[in-house]
T-cell receptor
Framework: GEDVEQSLFLSVREGDSSVINCTYT??????LYWYKQEPGAGLQLLTY?????DMKQDQRLTVLLNKKDKHLSLRIADTQTGDSAIYFC?????????????FGTGTQLKVEL | GAGVSQTPSNKVTEKGKYVELRCDPI?????LYWYRQSLGQGPEFLIY????????DSGLPNDRFFAVRPEGSVSTLKIQRTERGDSAVYLC?????????????FGPGTRLTVT
């Protein structure tokens, strides 16, 4: 079965790096994603990584994937107050039936001045 | 607009009533998904459309929930005999299909409150 777990809360100071962690159980996962949700808003796709990769960098964002441990992390460099939001990790298995996402419960990131 | 839109943004209804929630996907996106997000939780998959057909409805909680996409664009999620436990944010996402079918773009959601 599919299960995605995240810690609930993370607090960092502005300018520091943030690292949000996620573990998943389904070894068949094809893509793993990070979404951002601000209060009252929908989900914004931040980045994703294919399961045959172990790292992906996109400007301030770095995604690390440890497939052996089924561990995914998102590092945000130089965290800003605008990064305060809930971050969701999600996994999917691409099948003929589509790209159904399984989400974690989300990590609330609070950036303090 | 260029993004996924959902209407209404908020819906308050009484227990037992029928509701319809609408999703307008990004133009040209062939795949459409519905998810439900309860308070403090991540979204949970409900149903997936490829074109006009429901290719995977395994996430619909029971037969009170139904969704259609008659022309392969706009979709409507229908809930009969609403219950208080149906209160949640209902999210719609669309995907280009083809080689970029792994990218899903979400709308702002419809917050449903059943009193």
């Amino acid at each position: 079965g599919e299960d995605v777990e995240q810690s609930l809360f993370l607090s960092v100071r502005e300018g520091d790096s943030s690292v949000i962690n996620c573990t998943y159980t389904d070894s068949s996962s094809t893509y793993l994603y990070w979404y951002k949700q601000e209060p009252g808003a929908g989900l914004q796709l931040l980045t994703y990584i294919f399961s045959n990769m172990d790292m992906k960098q996109d400007q301030r964002l770095t995604v690390l994937l440890n497939k052996k441990d089924k561990h995914l992390s998102l590092r945000i460099a130089d965290t800003q107050t605008g990064d305060s939001a809930i971050y969701f990790c999600a996994e999917t298995i691409l099948t003929g039936g589509g790209n159904k996402l399984t989400f974690g419960t989300g990590t609330q990131l609070k950036v303090e001045l | 607009g260029a993004g996924v839109s959902q209407t209404p943004s908020n819906k308050v209804t009484e227990k037992g009533k029928y509701v319809e929630l609408r999703c307008d996907p990004i133009s040209g996106h062939t795949a459409l998904y519905w998810y439900r997000q309860s308070l403090g939780q991540g979204p949970e998959f409900l149903i997936y459309f490829q074109g006009t057909g429901a290719a995977d409805d395994s996430g619909l909680p029971n037969d009170r929930f139904f969704a259609v996409r008659p022309e392969g664009s706009v979709s409507t999620l229908k809930i009969q005999r609403t219950e208080r436990g149906d209160s949640a944010v209902y999210l719609c996402a669309s995907s280009p299909g083809g080689s970029t079918s792994y990218e899903q773009y979400f709308g702002p959601g419809t917050r449903l409150t059943v009193t």
